[in-house]
């Protein structure tokens, strides 16, 4: 069963450039979460997409948008790149339930972005 | 107000004591909490969740809630070098699935041979 999965690894990318970012959720997972995590901080909350729409959205600026596809699988793009916007971006998958079951966030190994 | 509070460390303890790490949280209405183990360079993995006030056990770990006193912890028994990396708490609103984590900045922890 694989878990969650991320691409690239590693990137570096030039100010004023656009990345895209790629997640896949664990098997049977049909939310996924992005979250950015700056050198010395917690994760923060980018957005989370549910049935190919986003349904929550973090305190991030419009360059940061995002895409569910029908297989769940997700895109983060980031336009327009800031220095600031070096770090690690995470991917997390679960599963929309209807009530309370121990649902498990589940995260990948993440994407390591460098803006020089 | 931070909505949710750690001391940044380092907590540096022997092999073998006990290691125990607070969070403090804002939001009354938080309902699920978790702890998350996130070696260097890594991504965090989930060590503990816990949704009532009291204690819960998983062999060494044992997270504690006190919502009255929004405050969370976890203690690690027999610590081991191996468990020396930064621990995040986490909470939501709600139940997961439906709801983001909110993160504390977590506290490394060193465990020393």
């Known amino acids: 069963d694989a878990g969650v999965t991320q691409s690239p690894t590693h990137l570096i990318k030039t100010r004023g450039q656009q990345v895209t970012l790629r997640c896949s959720p664990k098997?049977?997972?049909?939310?996924v979460s992005w979250y950015q995590q700056a050198l010395g901080q917690g994760p923060q909350f980018i957005f989370q997409?549910?049935?190919?729409?986003?349904?929550q959205r973090g305190n991030f600026p419009d360059r940061f948008s995002g895409h569910q596809f029908p297989n769940y699988s997700s895109e983060l793009n980031v336009n327009a790149l800031l220095l600031g916007d070096s770090a690690l971006y995470l991917c997390?998958?679960?599963?929309?339930?209807?009530?309370?079951?121990?649902?498990?966030?589940?995260f990948g190994e993440g994407s390591w972005l460098t803006v020089v | 107000q931070k909505e949710v509070e750690q001391n940044s460390g380092p907590l540096s303890v022997p092999e073998g004591a006990i290691a125990s790490l607070n969070c403090t949280y804002s939001?009354?209405?938080?309902?699920?909490f978790f702890w998350y183990r996130q070696y260097s360079g890594k991504s965090p993995e989930l060590i503990m969740s816990?949704?009532?006030?009291g204690d819960k056990e998983d062999g060494r770990f044992t997270a504690q809630l006190n919502k009255a006193s929004q405050y969370v912890s976890l203690l690690i028994r027999d610590s081991q070098p191996s468990d020396s990396a930064t621990y995040l708490c986490?909470?939501?609103?709600?139940?997961?699935?439906?709801?983001?984590?909110?993160f504390g900045s977590g506290t490394r922890l060193q465990v020393q041979p």
């Open positions: 986490a909470l939501t609103p709600g139940y997961t699935g439906r709801r983001a984590l909110t």
């Open positions: 098997s049977g997972h049909d939310t």
């Open positions: 816990i949704y009532s006030n």
């Open positions: 997390a998958s679960s599963l929309e339930t209807g009530a309370y079951s121990g649902n498990t966030i589940y």
């Open positions: 997409y549910y049935e190919e729409e986003e349904r």
């Open positions: 939001d009354r209405v938080s309902q699920s």
